[in-house]
């Protein structure tokens, strides 16, 4: 079955104006899916939206909504009440990195309120829609980093294993009622929000960097196959030795020591 027959006729794409949400929104208008595109940026927003029906002849809806408002979720679906929307794509996050008494509370409960609430409340509020009809997808990004605690950006990995944990519940409970789960477990990728927090240093980690279409092929390939998906073979290799090979105390350790040296003058 063709994904605009599994999942259209309308896609929301929550986090959208570039990077992965924009290749994400590129790959479902490619295969026919109209688009409602969610994110702050209203002229990203606009001049994608504007690229996406041109070239793709789909319809398309921008939201302009800031995801981590705490009534956001609520905001959005005010706007969609009138759109039979088969498929859901949470990509926005907020990464506040540094050590963590250097950030504020304010901008770990901004991460907490990005990361994990909005995506709880929308997966809440749409999937009744999809449940009724016996049809729908629901596709949430996590991080490698979520995998065990993750030091300097602790509240952000946190945010990311909820996701994880979040969906694999889910698909579990409903693969059975038509509606697929699924999350995306990334590594790194040449986002302009990666680029823009990745210091000079971009040898290492930098050549195991994917590209955002990369992903988004994985990750629809493997929606409604699976629970969730680790794009790219490094990143599946990287991921079984530290979650089975190593003892988690070493991963924890072999993680700080990565993100110290790639975030921390030290
Ligand atoms: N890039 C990586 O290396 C990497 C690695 C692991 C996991 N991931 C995951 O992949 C996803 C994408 O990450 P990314 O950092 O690379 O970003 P991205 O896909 O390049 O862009 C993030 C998108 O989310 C939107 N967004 C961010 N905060 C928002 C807010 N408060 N309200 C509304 N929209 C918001 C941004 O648009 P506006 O700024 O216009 O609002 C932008 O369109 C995230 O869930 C991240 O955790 C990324």
Same mark, same amino acid.
């Given at each position: 079955?063709?994904?605009?027959?599994?999942? +259209?006729?309308?896609? @929301?794409?929550?986090?959208?104006?570039?990077? =992965?949400?924009?290749?994400? &929104?590129? /790959? $479902?208008?490619? %295969? +026919?899916?109209?688009? @409602?595109?969610?994110?702050?940026?209203?002229? =990203?927003?606009?001049?994608? &939206?504007? /690229? $996406?029906?041109? %070239?793709?002849?789909?319809?398309?809806?921008?939201?302009?909504?800031?995801?981590?408002?705490?009534?956001? &979720?609520?905001?959005?679906?005010?706007?969609?009440?009138?759109?039979?929307?088969?498929?859901?794509?949470?990509?926005?996050?907020?990464?506040?990195?540094?050590?963590?008494?250097?950030?504020?509370?304010?901008?770990?409960?901004?991460?907490?309120?990005?990361?994990?609430?909005?995506?709880?409340?929308?997966?809440?509020?749409?999937?009744?829609?999809?449940?009724?009809?016996?049809?729908?997808?629901?596709?949430?990004?996590?991080?490698?980093?979520?995998?065990?605690?993750?030091?300097?950006?602790?509240?952000?990995?946190?945010?990311?294993?909820?996701?994880?944990?979040?969906?694999?519940?889910?698909?579990?409970?409903?693969?059975?009622?038509?509606?697929?789960?699924?999350?995306?477990?990334?590594?790194?990728?040449?986002?302009?929000?990666?680029?823009?927090?990745?210091?000079?240093?971009?040898?290492?980690?930098?050549?195991?960097?994917?590209?955002?279409?990369?992903?988004?092929?994985?990750?629809?390939?493997?929606?409604?196959?699976?629970?969730?998906?680790?794009?790219?073979?490094?990143?599946?290799?990287?991921?079984?030795?530290?979650?089975?090979?190593?003892?988690?105390?070493?991963?924890?350790?072999?993680?700080?020591?990565?993100?110290?040296?790639?975030?921390?003058?030290?």
């Amino acid at each position: 079955m063709s994904i605009q027959t599994r999942y +259209g006729p309308w896609a @929301i794409v929550a986090g959208a104006s570039e990077g =992965l949400g924009a290749a994400h &929104a590129e /790959e $479902l208008a490619s %295969r +026919g899916l109209n688009l @409602i595109l969610v994110a702050r940026r209203s002229e =990203l927003l606009q001049s994608l &939206a504007l /690229e $996406l029906s041109t %070239r793709y002849d789909i319809e398309t809806k921008i939201i302009v909504q800031d995801l981590s408002a705490p009534d956001a &979720a609520e905001q959005i679906v005010r706007n969609i009440t009138d759109l039979d929307i088969g498929l859901f794509i949470y990509n926005a996050a907020f990464s506040a990195i540094g050590p963590f008494l250097e950030r504020s509370l304010d901008d770990h409960l901004k991460e907490i309120h990005t990361n994990a609430l909005t995506p709880l409340k929308l997966v809440y509020l749409l999937a009744q829609q999809m449940l009724d009809r016996r049809r729908g997808g629901i596709v949430l990004m996590s991080s490698l980093s979520a995998f065990q605690g993750s030091a300097y950006i602790s509240t952000y990995s946190a945010t990311k294993a909820f996701n994880i944990v979040l969906a694999e519940g889910l698909w579990e409970e409903w693969r059975e009622q038509g509606v697929d789960v699924l999350v995306c477990v990334s590594g790194a990728v040449r986002t302009p929000n990666y680029i823009a927090s990745e210091p000079e240093r971009t040898g290492g980690l930098g050549d195991m960097t994917m590209h955002p279409e990369q992903v988004v092929r994985e990750a629809l390939t493997a929606l409604g196959k699976q629970p969730y998906v680790i794009p790219g073979r490094v990143n599946r290799m990287a991921s079984f030795v530290m979650r089975h090979l190593l003892p988690r105390k070493v991963a924890i350790q072999f993680m700080g020591r990565v993100l110290r040296g790639k975030y921390m003058q030290v």
